[in-house]
């Protein structure tokens, strides 16, 4: 059975996965920003998702853009977990995973990483 969770509670999940970041990794997040949606319009079963231009891809020429975008993916999250104790896991997993992707490490490296 899924977690039932408010999206306010779910959003403080969020929150605190980022909290979990060491202060170097947070400070060198340059220009992304962190939502909360229910689920991804194509593809329903996607727990997270980045958007943008990594970190390693961005030159002189890097000027004037949106932030970035990491996007969790609330619905899939609840769906997939039993209990709170395991959506915390799974949300922290998540977030780390979709920063990494802000770093430049692909999903090949995450999952040899174990964040996968």
Known sequence: MP?????????????????????EFAAA??????????ENP????????YE?????ERDST???VMPDRITI???PLLDMCADEDELVDEVAITVV???AHHFGIDDEKLHTLGWG
């Open 62 to 64: 890097y000027a004037g």
């Open 29 to 38: 997040m340059n220009n992304v920003v962190v939502l909360v949606e229910d």
């Open 42 to 49: 194509d593809d329903p079963s996607l727990l997270g998702l």
């Open 73 to 75: 993916y609330r619905d």
């Open 52 to 56: 943008g231009i990594a970190l390693t």
């Open 3 to 23: 977690v039932e969770m408010t999206r306010a509670r779910f959003e403080e999940l969020v929150g605190d996965a980022l909290d979990l970041l060491p202060a």
């Open 97 to 99: 995973h979709e920063i």
